[in-house]
């Protein structure tokens, strides 16, 4: 069954991360200082967990067809998404694949992310409604 669907990049930049915590309320400074990041023992500035996990759903919305087509979606953050100070930012690099068919002709689809080739998401999923 294993049916790899097509790998959707993502672009994020520190300018996403303002824009993101302006949007979620979250100002927590380890999305945009690098000497509080640094100082908790992180390697600098990392976006937002439910911004990475935003775009993880946004190729799962895109996978599906339609955002209401999207009957589960679950993560755990296995590690941070370091955003460089640079206008390139950082990549987050999605692949699916399809896992199982149910009896209702629902697709399960098991989804990877990953920044740098390390993976930042563990035990993600997402359960589509057929077409």
């Given at each position: 069954?294993?049916?790899?669907?097509?790998?959707?990049?993502?672009?994020?930049?520190?300018?996403?991360?303002?824009?993101?915590?302006?949007?979620?309320?979250?100002?927590?400074?380890?999305?945009?200082?690098?000497?509080?990041?640094?100082?908790?023992?992180?390697?600098?500035?990392?976006?937002?967990?439910?911004?990475t996990m935003?775009?993880?759903?946004?190729?799962?919305?895109a996978?599906?067809?339609?955002?209401?087509?999207?009957?589960?979606?679950?993560?755990?953050?296995?590690?941070?998404?370091?955003?460089?100070?640079?206008?390139?930012?950082?990549?987050?690099?999605?692949?699916?694949?399809?896992?199982?068919?149910?009896?209702?002709?629902?697709?399960?689809?098991?989804?990877?992310a990953?920044?740098?080739?390390?993976?930042?998401?563990?035990?993600?999923?997402?359960?589509v409604?057929?077409?």
């Amino acid at each position: 069954m294993d049916d790899v669907l097509e790998p959707q990049t993502f672009r994020i930049t520190r300018a996403d991360l303002v824009r993101y915590a302006g949007a979620s309320g979250d100002f927590n400074p380890i999305h945009w200082s690098d000497r509080i990041a640094t100082g908790v023992g992180l390697p600098g500035v990392i976006a937002h967990g439910m911004f990475t996990m935003a775009l993880v759903g946004r190729a799962v919305t895109a996978w599906a067809g339609a955002a209401d087509a999207v009957r589960e979606f679950s993560v755990r953050f296995a590690r941070p998404v370091p955003v460089p100070d640079t206008d390139e930012g950082t990549e987050v690099v999605v692949t699916a694949k399809v896992k199982e068919v149910t009896e209702d002709g629902d697709t399960r689809l098991a989804l990877t992310a990953t920044c740098n080739g390390d993976k930042v998401l563990s035990l993600a999923q997402a359960l589509v409604r057929k077409r």
